[in-house]
């Protein structure tokens, strides 16, 4: 199920957490690392397959699942 255009849920992927379209990347591992104070820059290195609207994605949905 996709979440928006960047996000999907798949339960035969991740268990079924929510991860970016197309990767395997976990939403809530890119929320971890910038609440741990990393940047998006060092995660656009971590995460080459990522562009920068993953992690305004990332960002909104974790703003859209807090409230």
């Known amino acids: ?4 255009y ?6 035969k992927v991740c268990q079924g957490k929510p991860v970016f379209t ?3 990347v976990m939403v809530g591992q890119v929320l971890d ?3 741990s104070g990393e940047g998006v820059s060092g995660i656009l290195r971590v995460f080459p397959m990522l562009k920068l609207e993953h992690i305004s994605s990332a960002l909104k949905y974790g703003r859209r699942i807090k409230a």
């Open 33 to 35: 690392m910038l609440a």
């Open 6 to 11: 960047y996000i999907m849920t798949d339960p």
């Open 22 to 24: 197309g990767t395997r």
């Open 1 to 4: 199920m996709h979440l928006n």
